[in-house]
């Protein structure tokens, strides 16, 4: 998959984008444009979203460090691209943003579940600690996230517009 000098330019930027807006609102947890900007750069460019994301990913653990936590990000943000790869092109306009904003609430909703798997296995928990681990964050953290994806999913279709309008240019 080649990439023109104006995706490289772009991608880094929607990448930094991604990094500089979670950094911006780490004092709210788990309340963040992650989501809304995977989803909005998958319905545009597809399998090129990956660049911008694990752009997001690496700069990420450049920042706060290449840890055990970190692992996990580099696919959990992958599901919500796969979730949302999969979902049908050509939607109808009233039904879109509707699938969109449900599938980014979900994922913030399913976090803890997501992540679990890695911490499981990096920390040696069985099943049932595990279960206990992802019990308990899910009030508040991944109802925060869950509810948060939600409600700014409605920047979703904007961000999209504006992204397909820059691709015309």
Same mark, same amino acid.
């Given at each position: ?5 104006? @995706? ?17 609102? @780490?004092?709210?947890?788990? #309340? ?26 690496? #700069? ?9 936590? /970190? ?56 099943? @049932?600690?595990?279960?206990? /681990? ?24 904007? #961000? #999209? ?9």
């Amino acid at each position: 998959m080649k990439l023109k000098i104006r @995706e490289i330019v772009l991608f880094g930027m929607l990448g930094g984008l991604m990094f500089a807006l979670k950094l911006a609102m @780490e004092s709210l947890p788990n #309340i963040h444009l992650v989501g809304v900007l995977i989803v909005a750069i998958t319905v545009v460019y597809r399998m090129k979203a990956l660049y911008p994301l694990y752009l997001f990913v690496f #700069i990420f653990g450049l920042y706060y460090g290449f840890s055990v936590w /970190w692992l996990p990000y580099l696919y959990i943000w992958t599901v919500l691209w796969g979730a949302v790869m999969l979902l049908p092109k050509n939607m109808p306009p009233k039904v879109a943003p509707i699938v969109y904003i449900a599938v980014c609430g979900l994922h913030g909703f399913l976090f803890g579940a997501l992540y679990a798997p890695s911490q499981a296995l990096l920390m040696g928990l069985n099943f @049932e600690q595990t279960l206990a /681990w992802i019990a308990a964050g899910i009030f508040p953290y991944d109802i925060i996230h869950g509810i948060s994806n939600t409600i700014c999913g409605v920047l979703i279709m904007p #961000i #999209i517009n504006v992204l397909r309008l820059a691709d015309r240019i």
